[in-house]
């Protein structure tokens, strides 16, 4: 999968030009049409982890991928995960909550590039929501 294919998937969910508020430069690892787009970073030499965007189109690719990602941050000795999304079909969080992530709701987030919400408010009313572990 290309980063195009990533994008389009990315904006088939939150709407027209949301993708150009993911970036997409780090570790993009996918299954079939399903992906996490991460970065890897060390924040006061702590391996942290900061998820860019989860997309799946179910839930057994999810796990597959999730799993994958796991024993690669293991590896490199991730101690903090991070995610943050638009509201969306809530099984990506549903699933991050099962596996022990805390998860919040942001208030008035704003993104950097405006967008053509899928549920036609302009601009975006979508509540954003964090996770992590």
Do not use: H
């Amino acid at each position: 999968m290309n980063s195009k294919e990533m994008r389009k998937y990315i904006d088939s969910e939150n709407g027209e030009g949301f993708n150009r508020n993911i970036k997409l430069d780090s570790y993009n690892f996918f299954k079939n049409k399903s992906f996490i787009a991460f970065k890897v970073c060390k924040v006061e030499d702590v391996g942290v982890v900061n998820i860019r965007y989860i997309y799946s189109d179910n839930k057994k690719d999810l796990k597959s991928l999730i799993a994958y990602c796991c024993n690669f941050w293991m590896g490199l000795g991730i101690k903090f995960i991070y995610y943050r999304e638009k509201e969306k079909d809530p099984y990506v969080v549903s699933y991050l909550k099962e596996l022990g992530f805390k998860t919040n709701y942001i208030e008035d987030f704003k993104w950097e590039y405006e967008f053509e919400c899928v549920k036609g408010e302009s601009p975006c009313k979508c509540r954003v929501i964090e996770s992590y572990v």
